[in-house]
């Protein structure tokens, strides 16, 4: 399984992106996916995730109420609307996806990852 992940780019703060990972299997529904991002220096950490069956969401509490997780089963693409952004939401941004359903936080859980894509937020 092969995840493209885009829409990054460079916004002021305030301004928003919506990231999408598309991947090579469609038939993912069944299949947890998540966001994490990375900035110089840091550790790379859990964004979002979406799970199977509702569907179940999950944010960290840095993005909650800005960022919204969503997916397209028919095309088989995840997306990441962030509204809001501030210069702290700048990292790489990578999305993931697991074979199990259940939504975990953890980025040693994730089977597949894509190239990740840049967002830059100025202040």
């Known amino acids: 399984v092969q995840l493209q992940a885009s829409g990054g780019g460079s916004v002021q ?3 928003s992106l919506r990231l999408s ?3 090579s299997r469609r038939t993912f529904s069944n299949n947890a996916m998540s966001w ?6 840091n550790e790379r950490e859990f964004v979002a995730a979406i799970g199977w069956g509702g ?12 960022f919204t997780i969503s997916r397209d089963i028919a095309k088989g693409t995840v997306y990441l ?3 809001s ?3 702290e ?5 990578y999305c993931a996806g697991r074979r199990s359903a259940s ?6 859980t994730y089977d597949y990852w894509g190239q990740g894509t840049q967002v830059t937020v100025s202040s």
């Open 13 to 15: 703060a305030g301004g």
């Open 85 to 87: 952004l501030k210069p």
């Open 36 to 41: 994490f991002r990375q900035a110089p220096g």
């Open 103 to 108: 939504i975990t936080t953890s980025a040693r």
């Open 89 to 93: 939401d700048t990292a790489i941004y």
């Open 81 to 83: 609307q962030m509204s």
């Open 21 to 23: 990972c598309a991947s």
């Open 55 to 66: 569907p179940t969401t999950y944010y960290a509490d840095s993005v909650k109420g800005r």
